[in-house]
């Protein structure tokens, strides 16, 4: 069966493929170094209600916390044990702050996720504003919410009364 539509987004720990059908949401995945996954909800069971979250990724404290660390043990190391500057400690120090800045600007920037919560109130599935085809996701992210409250109308399902 042909889906309704389709969202791909992909972002610095990984990438997911949403495909929506008339009665469930297919979601595919892939973590970066990590598991490859697919899941499937019902639409009946998900909240129509849009809720918006902008955040970072987690790697960019790590990253933070690499570059203030390599920092301050130079500084400790050349300064507070009164040992001479040396290329040495720059390089030794430098080979944790160097990567983790490179992290934390890799990451620096919020993105937005659309996030639909299941009808016990818990967030279930969340959609991410990023990758080559961000430009979908307002559009993708309404479709979804009008398939959920379709669903939702139909006999038999979790709200119908039925």
């Known amino acids: 069966m042909e889906p ?6 992909q972002r610095f720990d990984g990438k997911r493929t949403f495909y929506l059908f008339p009665d469930n949401l297919k979601v ?7 598991a490859d996954y697919e899941q499937t909800f019902r639409l009946a069971s998900l909240q129509p209600e849009v809720n918006r979250v902008w955040y970072r990724n ?11 660390g ?6 400790v190391l050349t300064w507070g044990l009164g040992r001479s500057f040396e290329w040495f400690w720059l390089g030794t120090t430098g080979c944790v702050a160097f990567p983790g800045l490179l992290l934390a600007l890799a990451t620096c920037r919020k993105v937005e ?4 919560r299941s009808e016990a109130g818990v967030e279930a599935v969340s959609v991410a504003r990023s990758g080559r085809e961000a430009a979908a996701f307002d559009s ?3 479709r979804l919410a009008e398939q959920i409250r379709i669903s939702q109308e139909q ?4 709200n119908s009364g039925a």
Request: glycine share 14%; hydrophobic share 50%.
């Open 58 to 68: 987690r790697s960019f404290n790590a990253g933070l916390w690499m570059f203030v």
């Open 4 to 9: 309704l539509a389709r969202c791909f987004e």
């Open 113 to 116: 996720y659309a996030v639909f």
């Open 28 to 34: 595919r995945g892939a973590e970066t170094l990590g």
């Open 155 to 158: 006999p038999g399902s979790v």
């Open 140 to 142: 993708f992210v309404k």
């Open 70 to 75: 390599g920092g301050f043990a130079f500084s």
